[in-house]
């Protein structure tokens, strides 16, 4: 359905563009060629659609729910709309029974004429396979039939007296035989039809024929003297008052009337085109074709989704049952270690340190640093920066509802602070640090969100370290602590004072 509405918007646009170029075409190039622009709508009638592969559906399509006020508009969705889907369809159909049946009307008026013209018609002569007959039912010479092609004649008319008049009847009907004017009569029918409700078809209908009696005479006078023109001319005017005869080829075209008359008597007295003019308006008609399939209809090839799908392959056979999950450990092992060797005190989170994973005696270990080191290299930092580690004892699970579990975190550097915290009231651990290491101890408690309170204890260990380098250690675990959002804000709050008055202190004895 797209397609023909597509061609229906389309034809009626180049429709408009040839009547418009339909007159200065004649005078610049001739007859012949306005009479040509003609097949510009007709072959874009015929021009299939151009089918494109199917764009990809999209994926995880979201439905969309208006809002108002913050609610759903829920009895606006129930509420029936008022539709009128129905509307389209019945236009439609309307137009397409509409021109069915103004295809039926024109195709039996024909077959009425052609009947009526070859009843009591009788044979006077034959020109290179077409019949030529005298009947009483022909007003005036006039050229029907695609396959059987006739021209029929007045009654009498092979023995009136002016044989250069009737020479010249019969070579113009004869012209449109060869000239394939009555193909090209039935090939606009179908263009007629999709536009039967369009005054401007009705137009170009009467144009077209204008230009095809006109370039039937430029082709019959061609290469004529003056004399003979001029009686052609007048021929054309003495069958101006003829009857109308559709489809039919006639020499008085009576389908348009007396402008049809005029138009045809002022081309003829126009000069012929030369050669290159003829040969210029042939290379624009051709462009102007081969630029039609830019409007082509265009469509899309069934999406996936209708693609008949492969049979499925056969279901696989079935699991075997799981084993018995082990018992849970009572004890975990705290296993994971980060150690930053990097000047300037340590910044776990610094994007530009070097990464280095490392996994030695049941522990993880990730080394930081902001050099290029060697496999040797980190391995001896990474033993150095172990060995002060102190020992941490096992921290058993609490049981269920006794609250969090014991959370470890660790800052570790060359001689820099190592930074112990677990959260909790019970189980208690005791965190030892290693002996001779200054130690600081900071806890905090507030209650939670449940009411049970919530404890936090962290203790400082810094083996050997100075003062000036146990204050920075302190500084980065500040900036770590201040912007952990996994601890409560009050407690978070109070651990920093605590810490700021921890660093006042040791900066003013360092």
């Known amino acids: 359905m797209t397609w023909l509405i597509d061609t229906l918007v389309t034809t009626g646009a180049l429709i408009v563009l040839v009547l418009l170029l339909r007159r200065p075409v004649s005078r610049h190039f001739g007859p012949g060629m306005a009479y040509a622009l003609w097949g510009l709508p007709l072959l874009r009638l015929f021009l299939p659609p151009l089918v494109l592969p199917a764009a990809p559906a999209p994926v995880g399509a979201t439905e969309v729910v208006m809002m108002s006020g913050g609610h759903a508009t829920a009895a606006a969705a129930a ?8 509307v389209e369809p019945l236009l439609i159909g309307l137009w397409l029974a509409g021109a069915v049946g103004f295809l039926v009307w024109r195709l039996l008026g024909y077959r009425a004429l052609r009947s009526e013209l070859l009843a009591g018609a009788r044979p006077v002569g034959t020109v290179d396979g077409i019949r030529l007959v ?17 021209i029929a004649l007045p009654h009498g008319f092979m023995a009136q007296p002016d044989q250069t008049a009737r020479d010249l009847a019969i070579a113009h009907e004869l012209e449109h035989h060869r000239g394939r004017d009555l193909a090209v009569n039935m090939a606009m029918q179908p263009l007629l039809a999709l536009h039967w409700f369009n005054p401007l078809a009705w137009l170009a209908w009467r144009a077209l024929r204008r230009d095809q009696e006109a370039a039937c005479d430029a082709r019959v006078v061609a290469g004529r003297d003056h004399a003979i023109r001029a009686a052609y001319g007048a021929l054309i005017a003495d069958y101006a008052r003829a009857p109308r005869v559709s489809l039919a080829a006639s020499i008085a075209c009576p389908v348009v009337g007396e402008a049809s008359v005029i138009h045809r008597l002022r081309s003829l007295t126009m000069s012929d085109p030369t050669p290159t003019r003829r040969n210029l308006g042939r290379l624009l008609l051709a462009g102007a074709a081969l630029a039609l399939p830019l409007t082509a209809s265009v469509t899309y090839a069934a999406a996936q989704e209708d693609v008949v799908a492969p049979p499925a392959p056969p279901a696989p056979p079935a699991a075997p049952a799981a084993p018995e999950a082990p018992e849970a450990p009572k004890v975990v092992k705290q296993h994971r270690i980060v150690i930053v060797d990097k000047e300037g005190g340590a910044t776990v989170n610094d994007p530009d340190l070097k990464t280095r994973i490392v996994t030695k005696d049941g522990k993880t270990i990730v080394f930081k640093s902001d050099k290029a080191l060697s496999e040797k290299e980190i391995e001896a930092r990474v033993e150095k920066a172990l060995a002060s580690i102190p020992d941490m004892p096992d921290l058993p699970i609490p049981p269920e509802g006794a609250g969090p579990r014991v959370v470890l975190k660790r800052v570790h550097g060359d001689g820099a602070p190592h930074v112990m915290a677990f959260s909790g009231a019970d189980p208690k651990v005791a965190i030892a640090c290693a002996e001779g290491a200054k130690t600081s101890t900071f806890e905090s408690e507030t209650p939670a969100v ?3 309170k919530q404890k936090v204890v962290m203790r400082f260990c810094s083996a050997g370290a100075a003062l000036a380098k146990a204050a920075d250690g302190l500084k980065s675990a500040r900036d770590r602590i201040s912007k952990d959002d996994k601890l409560s804000p009050a407690i978070r709050e109070d651990i920093v004072k605590q810490l700021d008055a921890e660093i006042e202190r040791l900066s003013k004895q360092g």
């Open 134 to 150: 005298e009947t009483p039912a022909a007003p005036t010479p006039l050229a029907f039939g695609l396959t059987d092609k006739v």
């Open 450 to 452: 449940d009411g049970k």
């Open 79 to 86: 509420a029936p709309a008022l539709s009128f889907a129905w």
